[in-house]
């Protein structure tokens, strides 16, 4: 019986020693918990978010910009956008798609983009719905227009086809002529989001010319000079934002992928780059409708627009 009395003297000790170490704990991290519930009820910090558009665009590189931008919409804490681009353009229908996703997220957000290296023909057409534009001195932007280009021989006796059209799509006149509706179309939405700021008339935008920063800010074409860092600081500023988070979505490049193929003398693996279609099918010759800026390798350009 006395052992019995002990024992359960000696458990009652334990589990109170318990009990006052548990309210103890309790007591001195009850500050870092409330702050933790705070945060989590009013949602995370309100930040900035930087997404990267940065290459040529293509369906293929457009895609993860376009949910990174879907991703920001939907996130509360997300005050304001910073599009970071670098790009000279690319396919007419990849660029449409990124534009619909950079003008929809300006309509939810304030939304900044800032000039790298290069934002030329589709690289421009994809942030003109920002609110401003920075450049560096010695960003190219421009280069508003559209080409065409078409495989050398898609004809042959060797295929039968069910129209005259069937193996090229259309004519080159009929080529020339869908190029100069792209091309009005570019112009037109130049003219919807920066007719007010621009100097330039129709014609001499439809020259397709590119500008370095410091003269695109002189006529229109840009808003001001600055860097990602003035551009992060302004999205910060219009939405009265003193103490906030960067969020910076990576830039994602998909120019080629990697095969490894075996090994080299040293027994190590071998690895190739296999560069992609930038804007076609590997397999596939097809009329592409291009608003990009720079030379492509054996292009045959028939029109101009």
């Known amino acids: ?11 009652t000790w334990k589990f109170v020693a318990v009990a006052v170490a548990a309210v103890l704990i309790g ?11 705070s945060g989590l009820g009013s ?10 558009i940065d290459g040529s665009i293509s ?17 509360e804490s997300v005050e304001a956008v910073v599009l970071r681009v670098n790009s000279p353009g690319g396919s007419v229908a990849a660029t449409e798609s990124l534009y619909n996703a950079v003008n929809r997220t300006a309509q939810q957000k304030y939304l900044v983009a800032s000039v790298g290296q290069m934002a030329a023909s589709g690289g421009y057409f994809a942030m003109l719905p920002a609110d401003r534009i920075y450049v560096n001195p010695a960003s190219q932007v421009g280069s508003v227009g559209v080409r065409s280009s078409v495989p050398q021989d898609l004809t042959s006796d060797s295929i039968i086809s069910t129209g005259p059209n069937k193996l090229s799509g259309f004519t080159v006149d009929q080529a020339r002529a869908q190029v100069r509706t792209l091309k009005n179309e570019f112009l037109n939405t130049v ?7 621009l100097s330039l008339d129709r014609t001499e935008l439809a020259e397709a010319r590119v500008y370095l920063g410091a003269r695109a800010t002189q006529n229109g074409v840009a808003d001001d000079i600055g860097d990602l860092d003035t551009a992060i600081a302004e999205a910060a500023a219009n939405e009265d934002l003193d103490n906030y988070a960067v969020v910076e979505k990576e830039p994602q490049r998909l120019s080629g992928f990697a095969i490894a193929i075996g090994g080299d003398r040293s027994g190590a693996n071998r690895t190739v780059v296999v560069q992609q279609e930038p804007f076609g099918f590997n397999d596939v010759q097809t009329p592409q409708f291009l608003a990009l800026y720079g030379a492509i390798e054996d292009e045959e350009v028939i029109a101009r627009g």
């Open 1 to 11: 019986m006395s052992l019995g009395n002990d024992s359960t003297g000696t458990a």
């Open 27 to 37: 007591a001195a991290l009850s500050p870092y918990v409330a702050a933790l519930t």
């Open 43 to 52: 949602g995370q910090p309100a930040a900035v978010a930087v997404v990267h």
């Open 59 to 75: 369906d293929n590189s457009v895609d993860p910009v376009v949910e990174d931008l879907r991703e920001v919409r939907q996130n």
């Open 191 to 197: 003219y919807a989001h920066r007719g007010d700021d």
